[in-house]
């Protein structure tokens, strides 16, 4: 074996011409997913099959799928940027599309800040429902949080009276 491997040159020129052409058509693909959101949208933009998106997503070739998320991130950046401007800029200024439309693409590209279900940061505490029979007057309801509790002497209780 010689000692200067590098003045063989590359023993697989073909390779390294693969691996520069694959990763240029993922930056391609990466870049029409960024803008369309859809992996059909981007494939038709890019010339590249979906069966291949999906091995590059599988065997996570050349790092595709941290990259592909990072895409995914982009794009939802660009649905929020939407909606931000539909909160901002009249609707008699021209402006298109459909605001359930976008609702629902947000809730799909970021269901854990807008989909109705998502958990809330903070789970609220049961409410319960205290009878007061108060002596002389009528029965209340009073409803509270557990935490909230208000306080009650002891007399306030008594449902005997």
């Known amino acids: 074996m010689p000692s200067n491997i590098s003045a063989i040159g590359n023993p697989h020129p073909a390779?390294?011409?693969f691996d520069?052409?694959?990763?240029?058509?993922q930056q391609r693909f990466l870049a029409s997913y960024a803008t369309f959101g859809t992996i059909?949208?981007?494939c038709d933009a890019t010339g590249v099959s979906d069966e291949t998106v999906r091995i590059w997503r599988k065997c996570d070739v050349q790092g595709f799928t941290e990259r592909f998320n990072?895409?995914?991130?982009?794009?939802?950046?660009y649905l929020e940027h939407l909606a931000h401007e539909r909160v901002t800029v009249p609707s008699n200024l021209g402006r298109t599309?459909?605001?359930?439309?976008l609702i629902a693409m947000l809730n799909a590209h970021r269901p854990d800040k807008y989909r109705r279900d998502a958990a809330p940061q903070q789970q609220r505490a049961p409410v319960v429902q205290i009878i007061i029979n108060a002596p002389g007057a009528a029965q209340r309801v009073v409803e509270?949080?557990?935490n909230e509790m208000p306080a009650l002497d002891d007399g306030a209780?008594?449902?005997t009276d």
Not at 70 to 77: I, K, M, N
Not at 97 to 101: F, H, N, R
């Open 40 to 42: 059909s949208h981007a």
């Open 144 to 146: 509270a949080q557990v």
């Open 157 to 159: 209780l008594d449902a």
């Open 97 to 101: 599309g459909s605001d359930i439309l």
């Open 15 to 17: 390779r390294e011409s």
């Open 70 to 77: 990072a895409a995914q991130e982009a794009y939802a950046d």
């Open 20 to 25: 520069a052409n694959t990763r240029d058509s």
